[in-house]
């Protein structure tokens, strides 16, 4: 284990900031997702989706009544007895009737998967999982992580990193519900301390998630790894799901994540996001700084965290960008950060207050 893995563990700011999830990997307490096992919600599969969702919010008031007097110990989750039909059922029943008019991400294309319809993310019905493992190289607090890259992405980023993921050039392995709880479990026992989902972008497979984790029989708290850009139903669909939602921040208010990641509107479904985590669980935030787009994004991001979200929520200031894929088509991307540029967005961290950053 990496040694800052270790001595995080008695950072007083990281774990105030992340409070649930240092318990959850370490088994004081339980992940959302087994306490939404044990919460009933009385449903038909083929109820409409306007009273699925009624259900459904009235549910989540519950959820969260019952998820303070399991932490609080006033309830013990291991004496509740299993159900027919759950909370996290339900959310697995809604998402199937999402994905017939798909709207998960903040495009709303609306292509009927069910029926081998393709959206902008080219996501069908199984998920096609490229790689999984212990990841060490994620933020101290997360290592070692139990990664899980799935295929496909709802942006079209001209430097991702993982572009051969995100774009399909490689489609990966079909994995099943089953075969997938089993993979989470196996991460989990080896020590890992969550289970971390990305790809690509996870929002595509919400439902196969969903499912995933219906399956799952140990304690591992969720990690939610996206780049921020799903619609509110998705966001409703993860509150007492997702345990610790880790939201990339990409661009500024103005046109850049639309010319470099085909993202319209990007600003507004990431601020929006981000406002719901903080409101459903925890977050970790990461702001990739760019060359040359500190004033027009890295400034304005961090301005907006300290204003909206906390000056001490975590977040991670990333200076790994490198030019990759199609980087070579936006001038300023062609090359790495420079030393100067490093400096001035540490300052600008600093000069809007956040004092539980990390670079």
Known sequence: MRPDA???LKDDKCKRSLARYFDIFQNKRSAKFLIAKKLEANFYEDDSVDKLWKTHEDRLNEYFGLEKKIDDKKVNLDEIESLKKSFLDLKIAIAKQIVQRCEL?????????????????KCGQHANVSTYFEHMGEEPELVPSGTIFTCGCTLRCLHCQNWTISQWFETGEIYTSRELAKVVDELRRSGCRNANLVG??????????LETFSHVTTNVPVVWNSNSYYSQLTAKLLAGFADVYLLDFKYGPGDCAERISSAPKYWDA???NHLLAKQYGELIIRVLVLPEHLECCTKPIVHWIASNLGKSVRVNIMFQYRPEWRAHEIPELRRRLTHEERNRAIEQAKEAGLDNFIT
Do not use: K, M, V
Request: charge should be positive.
């Open 6 to 8: 270790a001595s995080i």
């Open 105 to 121: 991400c903040e495009r709303y294309d609306r292509p009927n998967r069910l029926a081998g319809q393709l959206g902008f993310c």
């Open 200 to 209: 690509g972008e996870p929002t595509p497979w919400l439902q196969q998630w």
């Open 270 to 272: 990431c601020t929006r």
